[in-house]
């Protein structure tokens, strides 16, 4: 079953702006790989799991998740191999795309949430990155919106709550 942003309670919408670098990694890998499967033997495996630590620790740092090899990968089981597990890969792209992205925008907001930063300008960052990754994963035929809805009701809150309705419209548009 891929990650459903129901499975994530709305009181848990700064989640991912309060954990420490090594809780959020545990708790990403625990949601990706452990969470219950359509498949019992459905989980997220190792050629997906490191290329999904790297995103996450990017998000951490502040820089935009790099999700490239998670969707070279996926792309491979998805549209070429055809053979290749098609729910693992779509939940790793999920785990990519909507939970490190969470991530790295939680990230932006902290100097926004000091008071120092320009909200603007920072989450104008991470919406030129989700263009860019769906771009990417368009290409590949993967539907994004039901993943911007994700990624959305995870960051929507914080969002709103910390930035100009001007800015927090422009990063919860897609």
Not at 34 to 42: K, R
């Amino acid at each position: 079953m891929r990650i459903q942003s129901a499975q994530l309670s709305k009181h848990h919408a700064g989640f991912f702006s309060t954990l420490s670098r090594a809780t959020t990694v545990c708790a990403l890998a625990l949601l990706v790989a452990c969470s219950p499967a359509e498949d019992a033997g459905s989980s997220t495996s190792d050629q997906y799991q490191e290329p999904l630590d790297q995103a996450l620790q990017r998000a951490e740092e502040g820089n935009p998740p790099s999700c490239a090899t998670v969707f070279g990968h996926a792309n491979v089981a998805i549209n070429i191999n055809k053979e290749g597990n098609t729910d693992e890969a779509m939940q790793a792209i999920e785990a990519c795309y909507v939970h490190a992205t969470a991530r790295y925008i939680a990230e932006l907001l902290k100097p926004v949430k000091a008071g120092d930063a320009d909200c603007n300008v920072l989450l104008a960052q991470s919406s030129v990155q989700r263009r860019a990754m769906r771009t990417v994963l368009n290409g590949m035929k993967v539907e994004t919106d039901p993943l911007d809805q994700q990624l959305n009701a995870l960051v929507a809150p914080e969002v709103e709550r910390w930035c100009p309705p001007n800015a927090a419209s422009a990063i919860l548009q897609y």
